[in-house]
Each structure stands twice: as C-alpha cells, then as structure tokens.
C-alpha cells in the first residue's frame, strides 16, 4: 500500500491543530519516533473513544483498504466529521451525504470537514439500521458481481 494511504500519510499532513492516534500495532515504536508531536494513545475502550470523538474536530481515516469502517459511524455518532478517501467502505458510509469528505487529497479533505457541522455528522449516523446496512452489504456483492464499475470512485474530486 503506497504510504499516502497510510496512518503515516496523516501523520505527515500539514494540518491546524494536534494528531491524536488511537489503535496499536507493530509500527507504533517507529511512528512514535518519526512523529513526536503526535499523540499516540494505544488500544482505548469505548468509552474513552467517545471522549475523544467527542473532543476532536475531525476524524480523519486514511485507509484505502478498509471495509466498512466501523469507527466511521462511531465518529459521525458523537457528531465529529470524517475526513476519507473516496474509496469502499468510506463510500458507504459517507457518500454524498455532507456528513465528512472523501477526497484523494487527505489534506484537503481534512480541511474542507472542519466546515462541517457537528449535528450534520450525528444526523446521518442516525440514518444507519441494521437493514439498511444489510441492504448495502448484499447491494455490494451484487455489484462486486457484474461487470459495473463501483460507484463514485471513478470521479475525480471531493465528496461531500
């Protein structure tokens, strides 16, 4: 995975404000090192995952592979927009909806979601069901399926 995809790409952005990492893995050592002015809080419960959604401006997430990104809706449910590639799974989730940005330009997505309002993010976590997720999971292996290429991902731009 080229490194502009990765949680080094947000590391390295140009951005306002301080980067706070939650999750650990085998890189962590070495991206504290690279990053020191970075926050790296390690594996946090739930709860202390809704303090800091509930705190931060943006939840930025630059994975290219992810699926349907959980964390996504977890963010958007506290009200905190996301910043995102225009790819599966920030697709479903996002999509045209003006609730985060999806832009292959992390910074600019990062940028464009501080505009967004906090209840806009919460609103559209709201809309989420179990059928409604079941309905766009079947849908995408339905697509994945034919022959179709996949919605938005071959436009260039932002989405929001």
Request: contains cysteine.
């Amino acid at each position: 995975i080229p490194r502009r995809f990765t949680v080094e790409a947000f590391l390295a952005l140009d951005l306002p404000g301080s980067k706070l990492v939650a999750g650990d893995g085998p890189s962590r050592r070495a991206l504290q090192t690279s990053y020191p002015q970075a926050q790296f809080l390690g594996t946090q419960g739930s709860d202390a995952l809704a303090v800091h959604y509930a705190s931060a401006d943006v939840l930025v997430f630059p994975s290219r592979t992810d699926t349907f990104g959980m964390v996504l809706l977890e963010a958007l449910a506290c009200g905190l927009p996301v910043a995102a590639l225009p790819v599966p799974g920030p697709l479903d989730v996002i999509g045209t909806s003006g609730a985060g940005v999806l832009d292959m330009d992390l910074r600019a997505a990062c940028l464009a979601a501080l505009e967004i309002p906090r209840g806009k993010a919460r609103a559209h976590a709201l809309t989420f069901t179990w059928a409604k997720s079941a309905r766009q999971f079947l849908d995408n292996i339905l697509l994945a399926k034919s022959s179709a290429p996949w919605p938005m991902t071959a436009r260039p731009g932002l989405f929001r």
